[in-house]
């Protein structure tokens, strides 16, 4: 298996521009999370989707973020517009199913907002 | 308010030695920790879990200890080798809500040859 794979793994823009960030969970996995990691706040979570559905989104910081699981096999965190506060790297990890907590992580994608 | 910290941010070894490090809950009420090791351009991986029933667990040169009365969890790398220099952070969850991972801010291990 190829595990969690993410894209771009890096993305520079500008403040005001929307950012689409992209997830392909392994195959199988049931659910999907998306974290945020700076060296000021560490790892955070932002939404867990369970069966393609979000469970908890309460860690997404603003209106500013949304993200969507269109089927089981993709998902994407969008950021529109996009600040300098929001550069970092963000994380997204699946796992077998609800409530199984051991996650495989993506290799991140490096946001760098201008 | 409930965290999950790290005693010490950086830790440094020679090759061949032992490696600790340490991490601190708050709550009583976690039940299930997991080191995670992050190398540098990465994403975490796991490495060894552990439930509150337990004290003790062993993996492959990895052991994790908990001290529930302390609220205290450390990972143990044994014959520490350059190839397990990175950032390894703790996570726990807290009972009721097992999907929700709150991490550790990672402790960086360097290993000198």
């Known amino acids: 298996d190829a595990g969690v794979i993410q894209s771009p793994r890096h993305e520079v823009t500008e403040m005001g521009q929307e950012v689409t960030l992209r997830c392909k969970p392994i195959s199988g996995h049931n659910s999907l999370f998306w974290y945020r990691q700076t060296m000021m706040r560490g790892l955070e979570l932002l939404i867990y989707f369970n069966n393609n559905v979000p469970i908890d989104d309460s860690g997404m910081p603003e209106d500013r973020f949304s993200a969507k699981m269109p089927n089981a096999s993709f998902s994407t965190l969008k950021i529109q517009p996009s600040e300098p506060r929001d550069s970092a790297v963000y994380f997204c990890a699946s796992s077998l199913r609800q409530g199984n907590e051991k996650l495989f992580f993506g290799s991140g994608t490096q946001l760098s907002v201008l | 308010g409930e965290s999950v910290g790290l005693h010490l941010p950086t830790l440094s070894v020679q090759e061949g030695d032992n490696s600790i490090i340490n991490c601190a809950y708050s709550n009583s009420a976690s039940d299930y920790f997991i080191w995670y090791k992050q190398e540098s351009g990465k994403g975490p991986q796991f490495i060894i879990d552990?439930?509150?029933?337990?004290d003790k667990r062993q993996g492959q040169r990895v052991t994790v200890l908990l001290n529930k009365t302390v609220k205290h969890l450390s990972l143990q790398i044994a014959a520490t080798q350059p190839g397990d220099s990175a950032v390894y952070f703790c996570a726990e969850t807290r009972g009721g809500s097992n999907y929700k991972l709150t991490f550790g801010k990672g402790t960086l291990l360097t290993v000198n040859p």
């Open positions: 552990i439930r509150s029933n337990m």
